[in-house]
C-alpha cells in the first residue's frame, strides 16, 4: 500500500497585526478550553491540525489558545506525530532495525547449583 508524501508548511512567526486578526476572527474565544481570553492573559496561536500533520497557515487552520490548555495540545500532537513518523517509516523501509542487546549469556559448562525446593517454612510450621 502506498500513501503519498505529506508537504509539511515551514514554521511561521506571527506578526503583532496576524496576531490581532487570528484573535479577533474568533472574538478572543481560546478554541481549547472555549473561554474568553481576558485582557493581559497569556495565549498562543495554535494550529487545528499541526504542520506536522499536514496542517498550513491559513486563517482556517489557526486559532488563539490559552498558554495551559495548548501545551496539553501540543503534548498529545507530539505523541500522534511521533506515531504518524513510525508508520511512515515501517511503510517506506527506512525503519532502524532492533539490534538485540548484547549479553554474555549462560554458561553451560560450569556446575549447577542446587536450589533447595522450599526455603521458607510451610504454614502449618509456624
Known sequence: MNREPVFIHPRKSFSA??????FAQHDGIC??????????????????????????NDDENLYPALVEPHKGKTRNDKGVI???KRIEARLNGTRRERK???????STNGP?????????????DR
Open 82 to 84: 511521533a506515531k504518524c
Open 100 to 106: 538485540p542487546i548484547p549479553s554474555r549469556g549462560f
Open 17 to 22: 497585526k496576524d496576531r490581532a486578526r487570528i
Open 31 to 56: 478554541g481549547i478550553s472555549k473561554r474568553k481570553i481576558q485582557a493581559g492573559e497569556a495565549w498562543e496561536i495554535e494550529h487545528r491540525i499541526a504542520l506536522a500533520l499536514g496542517g498550513t
Open 112 to 124: 549447577k547449583q542446587k536450589i533447595a525446593s522450599r526455603p521458607w517454612p510451610k504454614k502449618g
